[in-house]
């Protein structure tokens, strides 16, 4: 694949890198050191990349991959649960449901961002998390009946 061509690629699926990023690390400045270590570490593998429907994926799985690494390096400090909820990601739209979103835990936050904000199918999620479909489905399954217990009750921060 030429320069021009992953590019353009990227640029089509550059939100959905970032929203992937920003659910597991639930922090903007991360998620973009993420996106952009992700972007450099696919053109650095672009001949790994043979079927051109499959860019996302791996572009998705390549940024996960990216944002664990950047999470296992943060410096663990008591009480840094606290500090991490009170850290609100800002964003151009305000989005309730993202708060929401942020208080889920994360094998059910992944699977319901990435089926929603990013529209991956059941099997494009399973190739990105490295589970099978049937845990996607019941992970997807669960992350919606938080969602909707959360919502019903109208209580969150």
């Known amino acids: ?9 990227v640029n089509k699926c550059r939100d959905n890198l970032y929203t ?7 922090n903007e400045a991360d998620a973009e050191d ?15 990349i043979s079927a051109l429907h499959k860019f996302k994926p791996w572009m998705l799985t390549i940024t996960k991959n990216e944002a664990l690494k950047i999470r296992k390096k943060r410096l663990i400090l008591p009480g840094n649960e606290e500090v991490e909820a009170m850290m609100k990601p800002v964003q151009a739209s ?6 929401v979103l942020q ?23 399973s190739d990105v998390l490295d589970i099978p479909v049937g845990t996607v489905k019941s992970r997807l399954n669960r992350g919606k009946a938080e969602l909707r217990k959360v919502l019903e009750r109208g209580v969150w921060e």
């Open 34 to 48: 993420a996106v952009s270590n992700a972007i450099l570490k696919a053109y650095e593998n672009i001949k790994q």
């Open 1 to 9: 694949m030429e320069a021009k061509k992953f590019c353009e690629y």
């Open 103 to 125: 208080q889920m835990r994360e094998e059910y936050r992944l699977v319901v961002v990435l089926f929603y904000y990013d529209e991956l199918s059941l099997r494009d999620i």
């Open 94 to 99: 305000y989005d309730e449901l993202w708060d």
């Open 20 to 26: 992937m990023a920003l659910a597991i690390l639930k």
